[in-house]
């Protein structure tokens, strides 16, 4: 089992930066898949960027690519998205999930934090 903890987030003006953590417990983080989602008001969850078990392959949602890099350090058990450029359509609640596939489908992970509040002002 795993626990995801996210934290990072807040106001930033659109142009800026943030810099996203997801913190995990449990022995076999470096065994797992890690993605990003967010979750905008009165929509449904969306990919935002995934990176395999060692780093080594990641995938970016197009509206996000470019501006975004995930990255991994299974040394602290710790999964980053910096993001720059940011836009106020990417004003939402960002989640992080583990699963077995690298994948940008939210259903195939199977381990969710509880988000954190990034919003991006005009």
């Known amino acids: 089992q795993v626990q995801l903890v996210e934290s990072g987030g807040g106001l930033v003006q659109a142009g800026g930066s943030l810099r996203l953590s997801c913190a995990a417990s449990?022995?076999?983080?470096?065994?797992?898949?890690m993605g990003w989602f967010r979750q905008a008001p009165g929509k449904e969850r969306e990919f935002v960027a995934a990176?395999?078990?060692?780093?080594?392959?990641?995938y970016y949602s197009d509206y996000v690519k470019g501006r975004f890099t995930i990255a991994r350090d299974n040394t602290k058990n710790t999964v980053y998205l910096q993001m720059n450029s940011l836009k106020p359509d990417g004003t939402a609640v960002y989640y992080c999930?583990?699963?077995?596939?690298?994948?940008?489908?939210?259903?195939?992970?199977?381990?969710w934090g509880q988000g954190t509040q990034v919003t991006v002002s005009s």
């Open positions: 999930a583990a699963g077995s596939i690298t994948i940008a489908t939210p259903r195939a992970y199977d381990y």
């Open positions: 990176i395999n078990w060692n780093g080594g392959t990641t």
């Open positions: 449990g022995r076999t983080f470096s065994s797992y898949a």
